[in-house]
């Protein structure tokens, strides 16, 4: 028995599955509840601000990925390319490089954004009646579409790579 990989393994696994959970529940239906109550919903996304979710997540998907690296050096014989261009290989490569992209779009765009729209609304409230309210109004909601757009697009890698984890070692 490899204590060390099985140790890997539960890591990469139970983080990846809560990563990947949180992110799709987010997208599907979290986020669009949130929208649609409106005003009221802001406070919502201030709570998990202040559970510190977008400081969570990136943690979480740090270590998802550092151990599937390790994962994929042990499993690869530290990256023999037989093995990298076998079906296995490429499924587990195409799944790691999806799983990196998602988290380059999710703590680059997606937790900028939603961070910025934040700390716009707290400058919103703040702010006198007039013009600059609008001017602040028009910044969050663009703000917010980007983190909407991107939280889909790492949703969507996210998704190629539980797919290509779940059926690589079976090709």
Known sequence: MNTFMITLRLV???????????????VIFLEPSV????????????????????????????????????????????????????????SLTVGGLASVLAFVMGVFVMRRAALRAAALGAELQQSPDGPAQDVLRAEIQALRTRARTSARVVAVLLGVAVATMAVGRYL
């Open 35 to 90: 929208r649609a109550a409106g005003p009221d919903g802001a406070s919502v996304m201030r709570g998990l601000q202040k559970r510190q979710f977008l400081n969570v997540m990136p943690l979480v998907a740090g270590l998802t990925i550092l151990s599937g690296i390790a994962l994929y050096w042990r499993v690869s014989a530290g990256l023999t390319p037989t093995w990298i261009t076998s079906p296995v290989g490429i």
């Open 12 to 26: 990469h696994i139970a983080l990846g599955v809560f990563w990947a959970g949180t992110i799709f529940f987010f």
